[in-house]
């Protein structure tokens, strides 16, 4: 089985306030693209994790990994006996602000509750049946409502591995509040835009950019992504002023209505009126700068 780690964006980001934890409270909207990294899994004596891919050198395949700190979460709360070895295809930059981890994460949890036949009623107290049947992907959220589901089940674990992992489990659409994990379902009706991802191949650190906000709460984030900013956009530039020329660079393109960084950088992106302008707007990036990363996709 496989699964995709869809590749998150952030079409807005608003910073509110630092917390007495540590935490910033933010205001976000979350938006996935069609592709991401791969997932793949198969038989295996325990939990087991190999990472190949253009973005795989350096990382940890050990437990520390958030994709296996899943696969354990969720044979521990259904009361898995049986293992499983993970193959992770790392195609997405690491540090680049486009879920990484933890769109890796969430991929884990939606292709092991199928591999391992995870029942719709299952509890930490009632494991997987057995002979049923696998799950499909079908994970539209439900945000609402008191009845204790399979969904709701799952994202307990996922806001137990990092904020933004519950919005990744879903991969739709929402308003992130709170640290980005109280989420909403929005319709912005952007789905099939064309969109194009670059990235200078800097990574950036994403306490360092919260570390570099100026702490001045600009206001709370409006409903229109393109009335709206991301906050960490600036600090996020002073750590990396190549973030800068990628915009700029974004933002010269025939065709590009709506640019800007996806969270704490240094990914950013242009959407798009269509795949002809956004293809072009492509072939002319790649010729100015060979050297940076870019993905062509469209939104979910």
């Not at 994460?105 to 696998?134: T, V």
């Not at 600009?218 to 990396?240: H, I, S, T, V, Y």
Request: with cysteine; charged share 20%.
């Amino acid at each position: 089985m496989e699964e995709i780690a869809y590749a998150k964006l952030n079409l807005a980001l608003h910073v509110r306030a630092r917390e007495p934890d540590g935490y910033h409270r933010i205001e976000t909207l979350f938006a996935f693209c069609a592709d991401g990294d791969r997932l793949r899994v198969e038989e295996g004596e325990g939990l087991s994790l190999s990472i190949t891919g253009p973005f795989a050198a350096g990382l940890s395949a050990g437990e520390d990994n958030l994709v296996l700190r899943a696969a354990h979460a969720l044979r521990d709360r259904f009361g898995v006996n049986t293992g499983a070895h993970l193959t992770l295809e790392k195609n997405l930059p690491v540090a680049s602000g486009i879920g990484g981890g933890s769109a890796d994460a969430a991929a884990a949890l939606r292709l092991l509750a199928r591999w391992w036949d995870i029942a719709g009623d299952a509890s930490p107290s009632a494991p997987a049946k057995a002979g049923a049947q696998p799950q499909q992907s079908n994970w539209a959220p439900a945000f609402a409502g008191a009845q204790r589901s399979l969904y709701a089940e799952i994202e307990e674990i996922a806001q137990t591995l990092g904020a933004d992992v519950p919005a990744c489990l879903a991969s739709r659409t929402a308003r992130g509040d709170g640290r980005g994990d109280r989420l909403r379902p929005v319709d912005l009706g952007l789905a099939g835009t064309p969109v194009l991802l670059v990235n200078p191949r800097v990574a950036v650190s994403t306490a360092a950019v919260f570390k570099g906000w100026d702490g001045v709460d600009k206001g709370p984030m409006p409903d229109d992504p393109r009335e709206a900013r991301n906050d960490l956009q600036p600090p996020a530039c002073a750590l990396a002023p190549e973030i800068e020329t990628v915009l700029a660079a974004l933002a010269a393109q025939p065709g590009a209505t709506f640019t800007r960084m996806s969270g704490s950088g240094a990914t950013c992106f242009a959407l798009f009126k269509d795949e002809a302008v956004r293809d072009a707007a492509s072939a002319c990036i790649a010729s100015l700068h060979p050297y940076w990363w870019r993905l062509a996709i469209s939104l979910l």
